[in-house]
């Protein structure tokens, strides 16, 4: 018997160091490749630790606009504080936009907040959440399977976590292994993002030619756009989310006037009608953005969300950004969809949602693609447009 | 719990600690075994455990009524007893709304709308698996085979064993059952050789996942595919289910063989097989075998060979899974089986088979891989009509194929794949004991692949095997 039990116990051993070498095997492949929570997440995970920042060092009152990409695009937090400064009122606003996440991730991240801001004793005076139909469908969530755990895993609290493992111990561990062994960073994750790259090609980049002289001309802007940024900004070279710049981006008046020839040749090739198509197809792709077929998950998590959000803003509603018509057209159905889950949300939130996808102050030209405003005209109208839209809850 | 998963690893480690560490008597072992594999059932559907357990223990004592039973009658009697309830559990969990739902199409053949009450029971997982096993134990106590053996705890351990309890193999009862009788002390060779095999199941798994996604381009289109994504996907579902099955089992035994028990193998080399009858002595050998020996033999074997190889196949297709495209592959295999044989009868293949040409053996090999990925059409398709839709485009020259580098990329891959399980299975099998001796070597490398598995992998990680 103690023959026995050396055995077992060289068995024992030999698994727990095997894998810890395989793990650590793991962990030195990924960082080599930068395939971290970083990689995944930076612009997340430098706001949430943006937030505690912000929290302690902004006495202001706080407005915050929270959404998609199209939020982190299309809203500048400083020159919102300007508009409401120029009309008398003293806030202080900040961008927490954040591409890649579907509604579901959204509510997590949206308990982490509420967790800092009642941690300590902050509130918002205004919070504005944005509702991006398009990240809220089925084919949207069917995209971001491979990222699931993986975002749950950063997203998530430590008491979450063990939630999780307690009510469902293989999704639970898993979620588990990844956050504390593997920086956040799945098997799933690391195949599809940073593996997969040579064996996919959308649809769309088969079936449409793209002009070689403007994708030339585009490398060559962005050849010279990078350096010049950081030359101009050199304190905002290594963040995502850059605390200096409240989660936005420069404005267009800080830029020199070659960075903003240079955006501006940039934005006007990257409307060439073959880019545009290639972008909406992606959407559709991607996105499901004409039909708007909706995931009943994502809309749940929606709702749960903002509920989430309530307890800490003094006003509080839904947004739907503007949308470029010209190339985004949903019938009838899908509209009609739109409408029935917007009713859903204001009925059962009881927050109001403002639709803000066709407004006067933003053109179709004022795009970067089919979905994104661009960071020059884009950008400063609609943030103009919100702070005079909301000034009466801002300026005494 | 799927074993490439942090809940197996952990639930492994725990079972090694108390099993091997802690418990030193042999029945605490056993009741151990008995309970960590509950738990490993429990896992998936707490709730299926007495169906389990019950089918056991009426196996058990039917077992014990018919070496005990006075006349061949109630000999026979108790026989039926128990292939009628492990065929009936079969048949109400996994066959019933097949049956109805056939049925109620058939109807309307004659102009006779039905509508028939499904059941729409979940499927317990393994369900296939274990009743055949228990099964076979009540034939071979039936034919005399083995000997029935006393102990409860003993039978219902070995069925529920958890290494192999949800996709197999399926294990004769003559091969567990005496090392939960005498439980197996384990040996660090064997150990040694459970690790290499669990590493070898773990990196197909891996690649099965990774094959799915070619798969599926075929086999979930929406509109038409090219002559070469067609075939691309034929061959990668023929590298997903093997690395997924094959995989699956190696893990099985490997985890068995860590903590000592032996379980045969279930695969050798399936691909490499040069006619169907040999394919079949290569691809999941416990179900091949248990159908021949349960089945095809109880009909007569080859007296009346078409017919018998043609229930056979067509049952072993139906095993599978309750669809006609089951149907359908069971029956194409049953077909190609005998047409080798009669093929076989004739002069001149016979002639031929004997010459032991390599352009003879690799003709053949070509015939039967080509005639195994037409299976897996049929075994992977939606639907028949689906089925005969691929096969339509498989051999359809539609002018060139849209070889961009992208598709032809994916090809390459989807064979490099392939055939890397096949030379890997072939090294563990050839050289996989001496392979061991080399620690230097051994040890970095199963750490190393272990690594690549935990650094790439798929969002759809289920086991196919499962569902059957």
């Keep these: 018997m ?131 139909p398009f990240q809220t469908t089925k084919t949207r969530r069917n995209g971001a399977k491979a990222i699931e755990e993986p975002y749950m895993s950063l997203l998530l609290n430590g008491e979450e976590i063990f939630d999780k493992v307690v009510e469902d111990p293989e999704s639970g561990l898993r979620i588990a292994e990844i956050r504390y062994l593997r920086d956040g960073v799945s098997a799933e994750a690391i195949t599809t993002y940073f593996f997969a790259e040579p064996f996919q090609e959308s649809s769309a980049d088969a079936s449409i030619e ?46 020199s006037a070659e960075l903003t020839a240079i955006l501006a040749e940039y934005y006007s090739l990257a409307q060439a009608d073959y880019r545009m198509q290639l972008d909406r197809l992606e959407r559709i792709e ?28 003094d006003n509080i509603e839904v947004i739907l950004l503007p949308k470029n018509d010209d190339w985004i057209q949903n019938p009838p159905e899908a509209v009609q969809r739109l409408q029935d889950v917007i009713a859903r949300i204001e009925r059962e939130t ?44 801002l300026v005494n | 719990m799927v074993f490439n998963t942090p809940i197996f690893f952990v639930f492994f480690v725990v079972f090694l600690l108390i099993y091997g560490l802690i418990l030193v008597q042999n029945r605490p072992r056993l009741y151990f075994i008995l309970v960590a594999s509950l738990v490993f ?18 196996d058990y004592y039917l077992a014990l009524a018919i070496a005990g039973a ?67 134990y009540t034939i071979d106590v039936y034919r005399g085979d083995m000997e029935p053996r006393k102990g409860l705890v003993h039978f219902t351990t070995a069925l529920a064993f958890f290494p192999q309890l949800v996709a197999g193999p399926i294990l004769r009862a003559r091969q567990i059952l005496p090392q939960f009788h005498e439980l ?40 038409p595919v090219s002559l070469l994504e067609a075939w691309t996907g034929v061959l990668a579902f023929a590298g997903q289910i093997y690395g997924d099955f094959a995989g699956y089992t190696d893990m099985a035994i490997g985890a068995a063989l860590i903590i000592g028990f032996k379980i045969p193998r279930n695969f050798n080399l399936p691909y490499f097989a040069v006619s169907p009858v040999d394919f079949w002595r290569r691809w999941h050998i416990s179900l091949s075998t248990w159908l021949r020996d349960y089945l095809y033999i109880s009909l007569g074997g080859r007296n009346q060979r078409l017919r018998n190889v043609m229930i056979t196949m067509l049952l072993g297709g139906l ?47 070509a015939i039967t891989f080509y005639l195994v990925l037409i299976g897996w059409v049929l075994f992977r398709a939606h639907s028949i009509e689906s089925a005969f839709e691929i096969i339509g485009n498989l051999h359809t020259f539609s002018g060139l194929p849209e070889a961009s580098s992208v598709a032809i990329r994916v090809t390459a891959a989807t064979l490099v794949t392939l055939i890397y399980m096949h030379l890997q299975d072939w090294f563990v099998i050839a050289r996989g004991e001496a392979f061991e001796q080399k620690k230097w070597i051994f040890w970095p490398v199963l750490v190393l692949l272990q690594a690549i598995c935990l650094l790439v992998g798929a969002p759809s990680s289920e086991f196919i095997y499962f569902q059957f």
């Design chain 2, 70 to 136: 006075a006349t061949a009658q109630r000999k026979k009697l108790y026989l039926a007893l128990s292939v009628a309830m492990n065929l009936g559990i079969l048949g109400v969990f996994k066959y019933a709304d097949f049956a109805l739902e056939s049925t109620a199409s058939f109807l309307t053949l004659f102009g006779i709308e039905a509508t028939l009450p499904t059941l729409a029971w979940v499927l317990p997982v393994g369900i296939s698996f274990y009743t055949f096993q228990s099964m076979s």
């Design chain 2, 184 to 223: 197996p002390v384990p040996t660090w060779e064997g150990a040694r050789h459970g690790f290499l095999l669990f590493t070898s199941g773990i990196v197909k798994k891996t690649f099965a996942d990774l094959l799915a996604g070619p798969a599926a381009v075929l086999f979930e289109a929406d509109g």
């Design chain 1, 350 to 393: 009881g927050v109001r949602v403002r639709d803000f996808q066709k407004i006067d102050a933003v053109s179709n030209d004022m795009f970067s693609d089919t979905t994104h405003l661009n960071g020059r005209e884009g950008r400063e109208a609609f943030t103009r447009f919100l702070a005079e839209e909301y000034a009466h809850l």
């Design chain 1, 2 to 132: 103690p023959g026995q039990r050396q055995i077992f116990l060289r068995i024992f051993l030999t698994i727990l160091i095997g894998m810890a070498a395989a793990m650590g095997l793991v962990r030195g492949f990924t960082e080599a490749m930068g395939a971290d929570s970083q990689a995944l997440l930076g612009r997340v995970l430098e706001g949430q630790q943006g937030l505690k920042r912000l929290l302690v060092e902004d006495e202001d009152e706080l407005v915050m606009v929270y959404g998609s990409s199209m939020t982190d695009a299309g809203f500048s937090p400083r020159q919102f504080d300007q508009h409401i400064a120029a009309m008398g009122g003293d806030v202080s606003a900040w961008n927490f936009g954040f591409g890649g996440l579907n509604p579901m991730f959204q509510e997590f991240l949206a308990r982490r907040i509420v967790d800092d801001f009642n941690a300590h004793d902050r509130r918002l005076k205004l919070l504005l959440i944005e509702f991006n």
């Design chain 2, 319 to 365: 095993w599978h899974g309750a669809a006609w495209t089951f149907v359908a592959w069971g029956f194409f295999h049953g077909i190609i089986i005998t047409a080798t044989h009669w093929l076989g009868q004739l002069k001149v293949f016979a002639t031929f088979n004997k010459s032991g040409s390599k352009l003879m053996t690799v003709l053949k090999w």
């Design chain 1, 286 to 313: 991607t996105s499901d953005i004409i039909d708007l077929d909706f995931d009943e998950d994502l809309v749940v998590a929606f709702i749960e969300m903002v509920r989430v959000f309530k307890p800490i803003a």
């Design chain 2, 41 to 58: 059932y429990g896992a998936w559907n707490y709730r299926f455990i007495p169906l389990l357990v019950g089918s056991s223990v009426i």
């Design chain 1, 210 to 255: 793209k002009d070689a002289a403007i994708e030339e001309r585009i490398n060559e802007l962005f050849a010279a756009y990078f350096p010049k940024h950081e030359q101009e900004f050199p304190n905002f070279a290594d963040c995502d989310w850059c605390y200096d710049w409240k989660g936005g981006s420069a404005l267009a008046s800080e830029r």
